[in-house]
């Protein structure tokens, strides 16, 4: 089984300084509005995984001349109208739901009939929460009854301005309808329940016409037509996402410590950190520092004894979406009983992840109890895995692979963890930097 993980071994204890990836939502985001400048964008420390390669290879479908290089990412944009929709064109996102729904809104003015497809997790993934809106600007599509992909896509003779509710708490859909009211003459107004704000950033480091106004759980947006985006040149940060693998893995070996270099810690990403402190993680911000409006800092992590069990706020679930899974493990751990509301959400990811952070739990003896929209933990601070566990089947989901490769590490037991090649997605070179970890 060459693309099967195999661990039977716990770690032991370490202490690791490490960098990461570059940041996956920076690096698409980057290479969206690059395409859209006038003129030539570089980026260095550009995560080079399937989910950006897509991105740039459906740049590329449209025309525009992208040079990637070991060292730095160089991005030749026509600006706003520079796009080349060719007849019978087709664009394959792959696996990533970002740059599949943040593409439809850029699509909004598109005068040929495009094709959008993906691979199998991601056609099974929604899309009526983009095509809804992208409706009411005037944008027509050819779909399926489930309204998932693939589809086609058109743009109306012109686009109309659009008011419009985004409750889910996605960054993608609020992204999406940003892109198309960039396109649109007149005024789109958002209100968009709180998650994460890449593009909102970007969008006033470059002085685009969009205004924001903040509010307790809900952002006010304006967004006015978009005639020029100056070239955008950009160090990307290091992923929190995937930082998170290592702030857990630390949290769960006793005695260990470890740095974490330069990592975004955007307040809409950082919920991964709030939510463990609360737990009794002991994790420090070391030479905290701005970047084109980002946070930026070293994570320092020291491995923990006593882990506390939480009633996990739901204001902090947006700002943790993609790190539940490790903060399931943690709570695994916790002395008491964790539960986590309104987190449905997470089923509507590159596989059910709800439902397989409950699996991966009972499969280590921990109980759990388990709604649509809900999980309940019960933490066993002494737990420890004796028997053999095969994880299998999950679309090939890489933040699931990573999570049972942390969960094999920390609390023992024969794992056979399938699809390791799933790391491509987002964090190619996990099992790489783990090596250091596991050959000391």
Known sequence: MPNTFVVKNKIKKFNKTISVNGDKSISIRWLL????????STATNLLVSEDVLATINSIRKLGIKIVLKKKYCKVFGKGMNGYKYKENLTINAKNSGTLARLLLGLFANTNKKIKLIGDKSLSQRDFKRVIDPLKKFGVVFDLNKKKTLPLKIIGPEILRPINYFENKGSAQCKSCVIFAGMRTK??????AKKSRNHTEILCKFL????KIKTQKNFDLIEVNEVKNIKPLNYKIPSDISSAAFFIT????????????RKVNINHSRDGVIRILKKMGIKIFLKNKKIYKGEKIADILVKGSTHIKSINCPTRLNSNAIDEFLLIFLVAAKAKGVSNFRNIGELNQKESKRLDWGAKILNKMGVRTIQTQNSIKIFGNPNLEVKKKIVIKDYLKDHRVFMTSVVAALSFGGKWYIHDKDSINTSFPSFLKILDRFTLQ
């Open 33 to 40: 509005f690059s395409s859209l400048a006038s003129g030539i």
């Open 249 to 260: 893995l630390t949290a769960l070996s006793k005695n260990s410590k470890i740095i974490i």
């Open 186 to 191: 007149g005024r789109t107004l958002i209100k």
């Open 207 to 210: 002085k685009l016409p969009i």
